[in-house]
């Protein structure tokens, strides 16, 4: 089963968006949950990631670490939000299958309320 018809069986399709990327009122790309993208060349990363490990081992893994974990837990609040307002079971609650799922790189969540910005391109 596709993760779009095992959402949609269990009742969260409306969940799933078209296209992930919006802009908000100042014009800056955002994601599906408001927050701003920030994109760097593969260069500039790579810099910035040897400044690190020469200043401090370790410091690129702990800072990738981090910001995934976080990112994580408010993604994961975001939407434990989102299905309670829907009345349907907060993550814990679903099939470890829906969970997996909804790490789709494919799958798009919704903004909050299925809003869309007017100056969306």
Not at 3 to 22: K, R, V, W, Y
Not at 30 to 43: S, W, Y
Not at 45 to 60: D, I, K, N, S
Request: hydrophobic share 40%; glycine share 12%.
């Amino acid at each position: 089963m596709s993760f779009d018809n095992l959402l949609a069986s269990l009742g969260l399709g409306e969940l799933i968006a078209d296209d992930p990327f919006g802009r908000d009122e100042a014009g800056r790309i955002v994601d599906p949950t408001g927050a701003r993208v920030i994109l760097a060349a593969a260069e500039s990363a790579r810099g910035f990631h040897r400044v690190l490990a020469t200043e401090e081992p370790g410091a690129w893994s702990a800072a990738m670490k981090a910001g995934g974990y976080g990112s994580g837990q408010k993604t994961a609040a975001r939407l434990d939000a989102t299905l309670s307002g829907m009345g349907k079971p907060m993550l814990s609650a679903l099939p470890i299958e829906a969970c997996l799922s909804l790490r789709h790189p494919d799958l798009h969540l919704k903004r909050r309320g299925g809003e869309r910005n007017e100056k969306e391109t």
